[in-house]
């Protein structure tokens, strides 16, 4: 049996595993388009902070241990379609730019989610940046050093832990947050404790803006300045978009797999889909 799984963070990486570990003789492989694949992305703004120096240790399994243990790994390769009636995938090599076709007898789909891009947002900006992938977190570590004020739009989980990784390197932070309070998902009454806390261990390197958006970034190259709906503008070195993911399933629209309410793809009990062969899981399915 040929297991492929299309994905190689999380999810994709623990289907491989345990495809492997259930079925030893099956023959399993992993496509990403990625450089990585089986990292620790909650230990990135820990390695942004300089709490470590060597993102390698972020790496959970090597490509090497994988490939030891029977799974081959395929970075920088790119699953452009799913051909489900054939029951291949058209992969595309990234570093080559060669298109060619892979058979599979079961399919997993671990594509995972991406950080919401808002529609004013030009992605061509060399000082803007999201933290989704191990390459991410390297690229703003490594920008670090040469900026003295950060913007992070949006007030979720990622962009606190990423306040606590700025004010530790003494950078000045300004979050711009459109809820009353920064972590939103809580209760308000506990929203306003952390966002209190929060602002009195930032050593006076931190302002909140509530209540408001972020609608214009300007800059030619880089972003220079941020302007928000009610007419704030001020000075910035550094841009992080924080605002939010949506599952990665353009892949499963096009071959015709079916989409829950959640916007993820939907699946049943045993993460199959509603095409034959095919499952799905971690952050681009329903559960």
């Given at each position: 049996?040929?297991?492929?799984?299309?994905?190689?963070?999380?999810?994709?990486?623990?289907?491989?595993?345990?495809?492997?570990?259930?079925?030893?003789?099956?023959?399993?492989?992993?496509?990403?388009?990625?450089?990585?694949?089986?990292?620790?992305?909650?230990?990135?703004?820990?390695?942004?902070?300089?709490?470590?120096?060597?993102?390698?240790?972020?790496?959970?399994?090597?490509?090497?241990?994988?490939?030891?243990?029977?799974?081959?790994?395929?970075?920088?390769?790119?699953?452009?379609?799913?051909?489900?009636?054939?029951?291949?995938?058209?992969?595309?090599?990234?570093?080559?730019?060669?298109?060619?076709?892979?058979?599979?007898?079961?399919?997993?789909?671990?594509?995972?989610?991406?950080?919401?891009?808002?529609?004013?947002?030009?992605?061509?900006?060399?000082?803007?940046?999201?933290?989704?992938?191990?390459?991410?977190?390297?690229?703003?570590?490594?920008a670090l050093k040469d900026v003295k004020?950060?913007?992070?739009?949006?007030?979720?989980?990622?962009?606190?832990?990423?306040?606590?990784?700025?004010?530790?390197?003494?950078?000045?932070?300004?979050?711009?947050?459109?809820?009353?309070?920064?972590?939103?998902?809580?209760?308000?009454?506990?929203?306003?404790?952390?966002?209190?806390?929060?602002?009195?261990?930032?050593?006076?390197?931190?302002?909140?803006?509530?209540?408001?958006?972020?609608?214009?970034?300007?800059?030619?190259?880089?972003?220079?300045?941020?302007?928000t709906s009610k007419g704030y503008g001020?000075?910035?070195?550094?841009?992080?978009?924080?605002?939010?993911?949506?599952?990665?399933?353009?892949?499963?629209?096009?071959?015709?797999?079916?989409?829950?309410?959640?916007?993820?793809?939907?699946?049943n009990s045993r993460m199959q889909t509603?095409?034959?062969?095919?499952?799905?899981?971690?952050?681009?399915?329903?559960?």
């Open positions: 049996m040929k297991i492929i799984i299309i994905g190689g963070v999380a999810a994709g990486a623990k289907a491989a595993a345990k495809s492997k570990r259930e079925l030893p003789d099956a023959e399993v492989h992993i496509y990403t388009k990625d450089n990585f694949v089986s990292y620790s992305s909650c230990g990135m703004p820990y390695y942004i902070a300089g709490d470590f120096q060597d993102w390698q240790k972020l790496i959970v399994r090597s490509v090497e241990e994988f490939e030891k243990s029977g799974i081959h790994i395929h970075t920088r390769q790119q699953v452009m379609k799913i051909l489900s009636a054939d029951k291949k995938i058209a992969v595309k090599d990234l570093e080559e730019e060669d298109w060619y076709f892979v058979e599979y007898d079961r399919l997993v789909i671990a594509t995972g989610a991406e950080a919401f891009m808002p529609d004013f947002v030009n992605k061509n900006f060399k000082n803007l940046f999201k933290l989704r992938t191990l390459d991410d977190g390297i690229a703003i570590k490594s004020h950060i913007t992070i739009i949006g007030g979720g989980y990622i962009a606190v832990e990423l306040i606590e990784a700025f004010i530790k390197n003494k950078k000045h932070v300004t979050l711009v947050e459109k809820s009353p309070f920064i972590l939103s998902m809580f209760d308000e009454d506990i929203s306003s404790l952390i966002q209190e806390y929060v602002l009195e261990n930032s050593n006076g390197l931190l302002k909140i803006i509530n209540s408001d958006t972020v609608t214009e970034l300007i800059g030619d190259e880089y972003i220079k300045d941020v302007i001020f000075d910035t070195d550094m841009v992080i978009i924080s605002a939010g993911v949506k599952p990665v399933v353009d892949l499963a629209i096009e071959a015709g797999i079916t989409i829950g309410p959640t916007g993820a793809i939907k699946v509603n095409i034959p062969d095919i499952y799905a899981c971690g952050d681009c399915a329903e559960k």
